[in-house]
């Protein structure tokens, strides 16, 4: 699966290598374009999920804002509601194009 911005691949693993939460697919760190994502202030925390960390996503077309979000530090009780780790993982938001 490939997440992109105007064409320009951000993000790119197999299926068995993401995970889905919510509707939303999860991609491991090592799938994503190095140089594209630089750490955003937005603050939010998820309540079962954890403190969420925001990401602009990059590209030569220009910024999307809070692109993107990861969990860096799960609560325990994510980990087993959802059956795996996937700390670190990233989402995206709309303007980004996961298929």
């Given at each position: 699966?490939?997440?992109?911005?105007?064409g320009t691949v951000v993000a790119e693993a197999t299926e068995d290598e993401l995970v889905k939460i919510e509707g939303?697919?999860?991609f491991p760190p090592?799938?994503?374009?190095?140089?594209?994502?630089?750490e955003s202030a937005t603050p939010y925390t998820c309540p079962w999920?954890?403190?969420?960390?925001y990401w602009d996503v990059v590209t030569p077309?220009?910024?999307?804002?809070?692109?993107?979000?990861?969990?860096?530090?799960?609560?325990?009780?994510?980990?087993?509601r959802v059956g795996r780790d996937?700390?670190?993982?990233?989402?995206?938001?709309?303007g980004v194009t996961v298929s």
């Amino acid at each position: 699966m490939r997440a992109t911005v105007n064409g320009t691949v951000v993000a790119e693993a197999t299926e068995d290598e993401l995970v889905k939460i919510e509707g939303n697919w999860y991609f491991p760190p090592s799938a994503l374009t190095p140089g594209t994502f630089t750490e955003s202030a937005t603050p939010y925390t998820c309540p079962w999920k954890g403190a969420a960390q925001y990401w602009d996503v990059v590209t030569p077309d220009g910024t999307t804002k809070d692109g993107a979000w990861s969990y860096p530090d799960l609560k325990p009780s994510a980990v087993e509601r959802v059956g795996r780790d996937f700390a670190g993982y990233v989402a995206f938001s709309p303007g980004v194009t996961v298929s």
